[in-house]
């Protein structure tokens, strides 16, 4: 114990450094994945309520088709802009730039006939006299990089930016390139101005807005910023830096905390139409709700596909950016805001370490199962700890260090405890991983013979795909001790079972372990390919028999037969399961490590009815894919169950198969004749037909009264179906179609 616990304190010691680093020196490698976690905790969350305090004025698709298409000319927006002063509205924000002058407007029109008429209206004029008139703040846009092109224009501000303890030789402000604003006639009309940039993230995401940045040594605020400045009448605003950058900025009563590089961390409301939206052409036209505009802020912008501003938020892929401003003034009129303060990059690194260490002592006192638990538990906790922290206290901690710590740790030191298993069953895998390469070879020619390209090309194929499983791998390689002994005895199972797959037309893909998979029709054709791995299946069932006996003779083997003999089961006893359907089929690898193999839903399928033998106490488990290819009259059958299993959505019936061959009676779960099993299976299909029905009374009579007989053939589905009626008979479900759902893989 001693020894475990160094091990696991070196362990954690080497994973807190090792995430510790990444996480101070490494950070742009993980803030993506960081956010993708975030945004999870968003969408959870789900939408939550606005203030109502702001409105936004949309050029959508309706406007448009009424008032043609954008830009409009300038006496229309004057019209909407004059409208909304007449209804009360707060404060106005443009989410447009005007850089152009109106060519629609007559007087334009005139002067480039080469007639002067000073009586005809310039658009122009009518919007900067809107401008100056209504409680409007214009829009502008900065050019962040370098475009080649070069401007001396800068927006005039009329608050004054106070930069507090700012550290010395430091900027931490964005600096854009040149400042693309509206004509002078509108530029110099209106009371103030702000930009509208949003930034997206290096995955291409908004989950920021810059608050302010800084031009020719000028701070400059963001169109939001500037809306509640102008309600607010403010006409000083502090910037407050902290040793690593910005902390806040604040105007009279509202303190508004940033990241060092002044961006507001934007706490959506939810997906996109979160805010209460009007129509610019309601607007235009007179035909709205005065009181919904009264007193508000409203953003004029345009959610209008055709018109490009659209962006990527956590909740959403096409989110109109003028709601991105939205949600920035109601974070501050709320003042429910997310931060990330300087002191969390401590927090941070102190969750690191401290799960690590925390998760590696307990382990070492706790099982394997109870490990998982302890795992599950850990992880949960976090998370829970990190939402509350988000949601309920602003405060924006690392979520994908901590939560790597505690799946690192745990897969790590679970690897160490069950190093020893996975060696001995990586001996196994080695020594029977070979394939046929003729045969392979041969397939993959005359693919390309066939005229489908490259003879390495994948191709689709309807195979019947089998997999195996030896039961109890674990307790058995425990109880012989010895790798070599372990290899003896899979050879002794691994070879008959083999040969009797490629006896009847069979590939055997892999052995994973203790277990193999194995499938007919590829690459040579297999006629009746289903039956042919039916046959096969039941064969190495019944070969179990000739097996046990065998290694119950053998002395070498004599803990391995003491050890299941005190668990009343035999030496080997495996589960199959069987799947048909149309795979990928071909060479795929990498360039440098190829391997012929299937791939593809029906290959998982058979996977999932192998892993629930065990819960139906069954040897062989098929699909109602292969049953329905099989010969009639040919086989037993017991139905199972309809189920869904883990990974897949359309509900699929699960048939055990039975057959009876001379000298094998009594065995593969047979305690009964074939004559007193085909009474039993009648009774019990009975049953089924009512349960399917939802008569689960009628039902639960005659599965008890065939669980009573003393020689049934498995008493184990009985008490799953009685246990079943019970809980339905108890609990009547409300809408009852038959289907089991199977949320695990076994």
Not at 350 to 363: E, Q
Not at 440 to 449: G, P, R, S, T
Not at 686 to 695: C, F, G, V
Request: charged share 20%; aromatic share 10%; hydrophobic share 45%.
């Amino acid at each position: 114990m001693k020894k475990k616990l160094t091990m696991h304190l070196l362990f954690a010691f080497i994973m807190s450094v090792l995430l510790s680093s990444a996480y101070l020196f490494l950070p742009s490698y993980f803030s993506t994945l960081d956010d993708k976690l975030r945004d999870i905790y968003f969408n959870y969350r789900g939408p939550i309520p606005t203030t109502g305090n702001v409105v936004i004025v949309d050029i959508d698709e309706k406007s448009l088709k009424e008032l043609g298409q954008w830009p409009w000319s300038r006496n229309k927006v004057a019209k909407i802009l004059d409208n909304m002063s007449l209804a009360g509205v707060g404060v106005v924000g443009l989410d447009i730039v005007f850089a152009e002058t109106d060519n629609s407007s007559p007087a334009k029109v005139l002067k480039g006939l080469g007639i002067d008429n000073a009586n005809v209206p310039d658009y122009d004029e009518v919007l900067a006299k809107t401008f100056a008139e209504t409680p409007t703040i214009a829009g502008y846009v900065f050019a962040l990089e370098n475009d080649g092109i070069k401007s001396q224009d800068t927006p005039s501000v009329p608050s004054m930016f106070i930069e507090k303890n700012k550290p010395e030789g430091s900027e931490f402000l964005i600096s854009p390139y040149r400042a693309i604003l509206n004509i002078p006639v509108l530029q110099n009309n209106v009371y103030a101005s702000g930009f509208f940039n949003t930034i997206p993230d290096d995955a291409g995401i908004v989950r920021s807005v810059p608050m302010v940045m800084k031009f020719n040594g000028m701070v400059y605020p963001s169109l939001s910023l500037e809306m509640l400045m102008a309600a607010k009448q403010a006409k000083k605003v502090h910037i407050n830096y902290e040793a690593n950058g910005v902390g806040s900025i604040k105007l009279k009563d509202i303190e508004i905390p940033t990241d060092r590089f002044g961006r507001l961390l934007v706490n959506f409301r939810g997906p996109k139409h979160s805010f209460k939206y009007i129509s610019a052409v309601d607007i235009y036209n007179n035909k709205f709700n005065k009181a919904d505009l009264e007193g508000k802020f409203a953003i004029v912008g345009t959610s209008a596909a055709g018109l490009l501003d659209l962006r990527a938020i956590p909740f959403d892929s096409t989110y109109p950016g003028v709601e991105v401003h939205a949600n920035a003034i109601d974070n501050i009129l709320k003042g429910d805001f997310i931060s990330k303060p300087a002191w969390t990059e401590g927090a941070d690194l102190f969750m690191i370490v401290g799960v690590t260490f925390a998760l590696s002592i307990i382990l070492v006192f706790a099982s394997a199962g109870l490990s998982m638990v302890i795992m599950l538990a850990a992880i949960s906790s976090l998370n829970a700890f990190l939402y509350y922290e988000l949601f309920t206290k602003g405060v924006m901690l690392n979520i994908f260090f901590p939560s790597s710590a505690v799946i690192f740790t745990f897969i790590v030191l679970m690897a160490i405890n069950y190093m020893m298993e996975s060696k001995q069953k990586e001996l196994v895998k080695k020594k029977f991983a070979a394939k046929v390469s003729p045969a392979v070879m041969e397939d993959l020619l005359k693919n390309a013979e066939s005229g489908n390209g490259d003879v390495f090309a994948a191709h689709e194929r309807e195979i019947t795909v089998s997999f195996s499983d030896v039961r109890n791998f674990t307790n058995i390689s425990e109880s012989l001790h010895n790798p070599k002994t372990l290899i003896q005895l899979m050879n002794e199972y691994m070879d008959p079972m083999t040969e009797i797959i490629i006896k009847t037309g069979g590939t055997v893909d892999k052995f994973i372990g203790d277990a193999i998979m194995s499938y007919w029709n590829a690459p040579a054709d297999v006629p009746n390919h289903p039956d042919r791995a039916v046959e096969a299946t039941l064969m190495q069932i019944h070969h179990l028999r000739v097996l046990n006996a065998k290694i119950k003779a053998d002395p070498r083997f004599v803990n391995m037969v003491k050890m299941s003999e005190g668990m009343g089961v035999e030496p080997i006893d495996i589960g199959m399961g069987l799947n048909t359907g149309v795979a990928i089929v071909g060479e795929m690898g990498s360039t440098n490590r190829s391997d012929y193999t299937v791939i593809g839903d029906p290959i998982n399928l058979g996977a999932r009815l192998e892993s629930l033998c065990k819960y139906y106490n069954s040897k062989c488990n098929i699909s109602n894919f292969v049953k329905d290819r099989l010969p009639d009259g040919k086989y037993i059958y017991r139905f199972l169950d309809l189920v869904t299993v883990k990974g897949k959505k359309e509900p699929v019936e699960i048939w055990q198969i039975h057959d009876f061959v001379d000298g094998l009676e009594g065995y593969y779960l047979f305690k009964v004749t074939k004559e007193r099993l085909f009474v039993e299976l009648e009774r019990y299909h009975q049953a089924i037909e009512l349960y399917k029905s939802a008569k689960f009374a009628e039902a639960l009579e005659i599965f008890k009264d065939v669980n009573s007989w003393e020689d049934k053939s498995n008493k184990y589905i009985y008490n799953i179906y009685i246990e079943r009626c019970e809980h339905y008979i108890a609990e009547p479900p409300a809408d009852f179609n038959g289907v089991f759902a199977h949320t695990t893989k076994g």
